[in-house]
């Protein structure tokens, strides 16, 4: 008897004009989303570069910068003008943002317990961490407490915003 011819498999896949449309519709719509995602990405990151290399080269010394804002603010102005807290929100501003240019720390949106806490760990000079944290302990007073200096306190502390901005300074060896 002769055997009869069966097929080794089944039939695997049937060609469908609809499946491949609907696949190629799907992989065009992810080449389309994908394109438009990296161009936003790269929109982005050329936008942090061009940030970055603003920030990270500065026309002047940050000491410079900060030590000329410091001269431009008048504690007589802000005394006659009962201007008390905004004279010392103002220079703490101006050393937190050398403090940040100088150590390389972000001290923008942090307390002032924080900021100390950031400096033990990169400056080894406890004395300038413990005039600091002095500094901001007496400034925080005014600032947040009903303490108001007078005109020979405020005078004092800007002379003393001066001190530690001259003091902190590392200087890079050229």
């Not at 009962?82 to 220079?91: A, D, H, L, Q, V």
């Not at 000079?125 to 005109?151: H, I, S, T």
């Amino acid at each position: 008897m002769p055997e009869e011819l069966k097929d080794i498999k089944d039939i695997i896949y049937i060609f469908d004009w609809g499946t491949f449309l609907f696949f190629s519709l799907i992989a065009l719509v992810l080449i389309v989303a994908g394109y438009f995602l990296f161009k936003y990405l790269r929109r982005r990151w050329k936008d942090k570069k061009e940030a970055g290399g603003a920030a990270a080269a500065p026309s002047r010394p940050f000491d410079e910068v900060a030590l000329e804002a410091l001269m431009k603010i008048d504690p007589v102005e802000y005394f006659e003008k009962s201007r008390i807290k905004e004279f010392y929100f103002e220079i703490t501003e101006i050393v937190r943002q050398f403090l940040t240019g100088n150590y390389h720390i972000d001290t923008m949106d942090k307390t002032s317990l924080e900021i100390i806490e950031e400096l033990e760990r990169v400056e080894r000079d406890f004395g300038k961490v413990r005039n600091l944290d002095r500094y901001f302990g007496e400034c925080d007073l005014v600032k947040f407490a009903k303490l108001r200096p007078g005109l020979a306190e405020m005078k004092q502390k800007k002379a003393e915003s001066e001190n530690i901005i001259r003091e902190c300074l590392k200087r890079i060896p050229a």
